[in-house]
């Protein structure tokens, strides 16, 4: 069975510009959710969506959007990036419904100069 | 929301048991407990979960006392691949935000 996957590896990008970053669920995962985890630090939740519904997001600012698709992959946008927004963005997949085991994809590590 | 806290770090020798507890003062009567382990630049990776008392697996043991205000995560005999970082995680109040702890950094000694 696939694990989650996500593109891109590595992602450098200047102040100000727009990241896209995207994720692959587990095939039969519903849930995807987002985490921000900057250097040296643990991990902050981003956004959740369920059966291509935005479910909750975390306290970060509206910059910060995605999106769930059809086949319940995702992209998490970033608009107007800063340097603070540098950071490994994890996603995770899940069956649908609270408490179900959460698997990570490797990561894409966004570096805004 | 239930807030979650843990030990900042710890220091073991391989061999002996390591038990991490995480305190959870707020947790909600529908929420589960969940513990994953993270090691450098890879996404965390799931250890075990429970509700109440008791519950074992192949690498781990979670002990959940009656209030449900902490848990003690258990790994027996630990070896230096264990080393790595283990996260807290609280599902609070059914579809609202799912929050990690700050996380345990784990260094096994030879």
């Known amino acids: 069975e696939a694990g989650v996957t996500q593109s891109p590896t590595h992602l450098i990008k200047t102040r100000g510009q727009q990241a896209t970053l995207r994720c692959s669920p587990i095939?039969?995962?519903?849930?995807v959710y987002w985490y921000q985890q900057a250097l040296g630090l643990g991990l902050q939740f981003l956004l959740w969506?369920?059966?291509?519904?935005?479910?909750n997001r975390g306290n970060f600012p509206p910059r910060f959007s995605g999106r769930q698709f059809p086949n319940y992959s995702s992209e998490l946008n970033v608009n107007a990036l800063e340097l603070e927004d540098s950071a490994l963005y994890l996603c995770?997949?899940?069956?649908?419904?609270?408490?179900?085991?959460?698997?990570f994809g490797p990561g894409t590590r966004l570096t805004v100069l | 929301l239930a807030k979650t806290t843990q030990p900042i770090s710890m220091d073991s020798y391989e061999g002996q048991e390591v038990n991490i507890t995480c305190s959870h003062n707020n947790i909600a009567t529908n929420d589960y407990i969940t513990w994953y382990q993270q090691f450098p630049s890879q996404g965390p990776r799931f250890i075990i979960q429970g509700y109440k008392t008791k519950v074992t697996n192949e690498v781990a043991s979670l002990f959940i006392p009656a209030d449900r205000k902490s848990s003690t995560l258990s790994l027996p005999r630990v070896s230096l691949s264990d080393t790595a970082v283990y996260y807290c995680?609280?599902?609070?109040?059914?579809?609202?935000?799912?929050?990690f702890g700050t996380g345990t950094k784990l260094q096994v000694i030879p």
């Open positions: 969506y369920d059966e291509g519904e935005e479910r």
């Open positions: 995680l609280v599902y609070s109040g059914g579809y609202q935000k799912v929050t």
């Open positions: 995770a997949s899940s069956r649908s419904g609270v408490g179900n085991e959460q698997f």
């Open positions: 095939s039969g995962h519903t849930s």
